[in-house]
């Protein structure tokens, strides 16, 4: 057996693991949601308040799913995972570490327009 064939099957292993821990989290995120959702309405009932949180949960997880769930999985998957090969691990920390704070910077100023343009509508 080859070293690059050992190589190329360590990849494979490696985005095959990637893509079932994003699978676990999505999974888990509608378990949670569901939950949500049954405590929500047992707590809750209809009413006005309940349907503003429902409209903003909406737009939250409508973000979630374009962002997360579709395109970014599959371009990230197998370039995460052979970046993580050992002999790339330092410049995996700086990529992964640069995209959860454009992630973060991202959401936080969409929540901060979000919440100023809610200030600013209600008087």
Do not use: K
């Amino acid at each position: 057996m080859s070293t690059e064939h050992a190589t190329e099957r360590v990849a494979h292993r490696g985005i095959a693991a990637a893509a079932f821990l994003i699978m676990a989290g999505s999974l888990g995120s509608r378990v949670l949601g569901l939950v949500r959702e049954q405590l929500t309405s047992g707590l809750f009932g209809a009413g006005n308040e309940i349907a503003a949180f429902t409209v903003a949960d909406n737009v939250n997880t409508l973000l979630f799913d374009l962002m997360v769930s579709g395109m970014l999985e599959a371009a990230l998957v197998p370039v995460l995972a052979l970046w993580s090969l050992p002999h790339m691990r330092e410049e995996f920390r700086r990529i992964s570490g640069t995209l959860l704070m454009m992630v973060t910077i991202s959401l936080s100023t969409l929540a901060i327009f979000a919440s100023s343009s809610r200030q600013l509508s209600c008087g």
